[in-house]
């Protein structure tokens, strides 16, 4: 379908109609997964006809990375709030405490859609191409704040993305992993130590 027929909604009812579409969408790819999810079926779950679905969105993918962008933009508003509230004097350890509790609650809250979404991003130059450009974004805003705080290390871009780097891979061993010979404590003190050192050289 071109995509000169699809249009943003702008009343409400219209905008809510597209956002149900978006959650049974979600809430699919969630369950069965991407490839065994199909438009009819995300049509039946939102209570739309599926010409509807097609008004909003060209093809499945188109809904499968609205659904990603919502995921990912929950996440990392919650982040932002949190590093926006922060009061002088600034404390570097606990607010990487929050960060990293901010982040592994993210991945508890939807296990099934966090590993669609990786899986996609392995397979799909779209999908692959939104996640790479919401970590530079997400990035920047988080340098920009610190930078408000008064903490701009060298480098303080490549540190960012380390860091986010270091604190994923610890939200993924903490609820997919779980290895059973491993100190999740002792591993989270270990992250925001080597990130604190990082951040104040």
């Avoid at 809430?27 to 995300?42: D, S």
């Avoid at 999740?184 to 050192?197: T, W």
């Amino acid at each position: 379908m071109s995509t000169s027929s699809i249009r943003e909604p702008r009343q409400k009812r219209s905008i809510e109609k597209k956002k149900r579409i978006v959650d049974a969408g979600f809430k699919l790819f969630c369950e069965k997964g991407y490839y065994n999810t199909n438009t009819a079926e995300i049509a039946k779950e939102a209570g739309v006809s599926t010409g509807i679905v097609y008004n909003y969105f060209n093809d499945k993918k188109d809904i499968f990375i609205a659904a990603v962008k919502f995921y990912s933009e929950g996440m990392t508003s919650q982040l932002y709030r949190s590093l926006m509230g922060l009061k002088e004097p600034f404390d570097m350890l606990e607010t990487l405490d929050q960060i990293i509790n901010i982040f592994t609650t993210s991945h508890t809250l939807s296990k099934e859609a966090h590993e669609e979404m990786m899986a996609m991003s392995h397979t799909d130059n779209d999908v692959r191409e939104y996640f790479c450009n919401f970590e530079l974004t997400t990035a920047e805003k988080i340098v920009e704040i610190m930078f408000q705080h008064g903490i701009k290390p060298e480098n303080a871009h490549e540190k960012v993305h380390i860091a986010m780097g270091m604190i994923e891979n610890f939200s993924h061993e903490v609820v997919y992993h779980k290895h059973e010979y491993m100190n999740y404590d002792v591993m989270k003190k270990e992250i925001i130590r080597i990130v604190a050192e990082m951040m104040n050289s």
